[in-house]
């Protein structure tokens, strides 16, 4: 299996498609089966395209090159299920990313393997519009939601999803990185289940724990779930998030006098960091949950270091969203706990592991 995981993803940094595709057939060839290929070969695989992106050794235009790739060897795959038009015996699901959720390959995983083991799937793919996605459940049915989000930013989004799907009598089954270590996030939000991974995600729905959708007093209420929001910091939070983002950039203007000498593209970079530091922090202060932007701040610290950009510039950048939020208590906590986590990180004491030395 490590030889053809090793070739497969061989051929995404080469952005090889022809090559991609062939080794599929091969690997079929071989006698591996249509599930091993897509979980064992074509998923870790790209799951690497992502660390080797993170670690500066391939480029935007790489990876999304490398995951379109691995989404024409899924479709080439999907040629050779037993019965290319399953029956629904098993049952039929929704499988849908998140409105604002473009990354739409691990729930492309979770709908082939469900295909594969003969269930009827609706696949809708990255960025479903709550309202859509309620209509489609009306006008099909199906016995549940398989609802993606990668990117914890999303996660209100994914809140108002949830509690739609349920309110229509429809149970959803949650997965993705968004959701956190151990999907602790997807409990927060009201979801029936969490799955780590496409086989988890299927073993819930064979195990029928999913189908029978328990009652939710709280739905349509979100103080009920998160009583925090009372407060109406996540409200003034998130509709001043434009100006918020013009007046980090002043700031940090003001503060590092070197930005006078910075490029448009070296700016366009800044104010991109600005505005991704800020979408997690309203994610954050809508969960009241401060690790989700710790989290994120060490990932990031970890992507500049790569490019061998001090990680502690990080904390100039808190400290002018900050100066905006003075009346905003439970914001400024959250800032302080990320700045706890970029100090630790920063210190010479304290080193994480890489991913040979893990």
């Known amino acids: 299996m490590a030889d053809w995981y090793e ?6 940094a080469d952005m090889d498609e022809y090559l991609a595709t062939d ?21 870790p695989a790209q799951a690497r395209v992502g660390r080797e992106w993170a670690a500066g050794r391939f480029t935007v235009a790489r990876e999304h090159a490398a995951t379109a790739i691995s989404e024409r060897a899924i479709a080439a795959l999907s040629r050779h299920r037993a019965d290319p038009r399953p029956t629904g015996a098993r049952g039929r699901v929704t499988v849908a990313c998140v409105d604002g959720e473009w990354h739409a390959l691990p729930a492309r995983l979770v709908a082939e393997t ?6 009827q799937v609706d696949f809708l793919g990255a960025h479903v519009p709550t309202p859509h996605l309620i209509a489609h459940l009306h006008a099909t049915g199906p016995d549940a939601v398989a609802l993606s989000c990668s990117l914890a930013t999303r996660l209100p989004a994914a809140h108002a999803t949830i509690t739609a799907c349920q309110s229509a009598g429809i149970p959803v089954l949650v997965g993705g990185a968004g959701f956190g270590p151990d999907g602790r996030y997807a409990r927060l939000l009201g979801a029936d289940g969490w799955a780590p991974d496409a086989e988890s995600a299927v073993a819930h729905l064979e195990q029928q724990s999913l189908l029978t959708t328990t009652a939710h007093p709280e739905l349509g209420d979100p103080y009920t779930a998160l009583p925090h929001l009372a407060d109406q910091e996540y409200t003034l939070l998130s509709r001043s998030r434009r100006q918020l983002a013009a007046q980090a950039m002043a700031g940090l203007e003001q503060r590092l006098p070197a930005m006078s000498g910075y490029t448009d593209r070296q700016r366009e970079h800044t104010r991109e960091d600005i505005d991704h530091i800020l979408d997690f922090l309203v994610a954050t202060v809508y969960l009241d949950q401060a690790q989700i932007l710790s989290d994120f701040l060490l990932w990031t610290a970890d992507i500049l270091d790569a490019r061998n950009v001090p990680p502690r510039s990080l904390l100039t950048v808190l400290d002018v969203i900050a100066d905006q939020l003075r009346d905003f208590p439970r914001t ?17 004491l304290h080193s994480r592991p890489t991913e040979e030395t893990a």
Not at 7 to 12: C, K, T, V
Not at 332 to 347: F, K, M, P, Q, Y
């Open 23 to 43: 080794l599929v057939d091969r690997a079929l060839d071989s006698g591996l089966t249509p599930q091993q290929v897509l979980l064992e070969v074509i998923a």
């Open 114 to 119: 469900l295909g594969l083991r003969g269930w």
């Open 7 to 12: 070739a497969f993803f061989a051929s995404l």
């Open 332 to 348: 400024l906590a959250v800032i302080d706990a990320g700045r706890t986590a970029v100090n630790t990180a920063s210190s010479p």
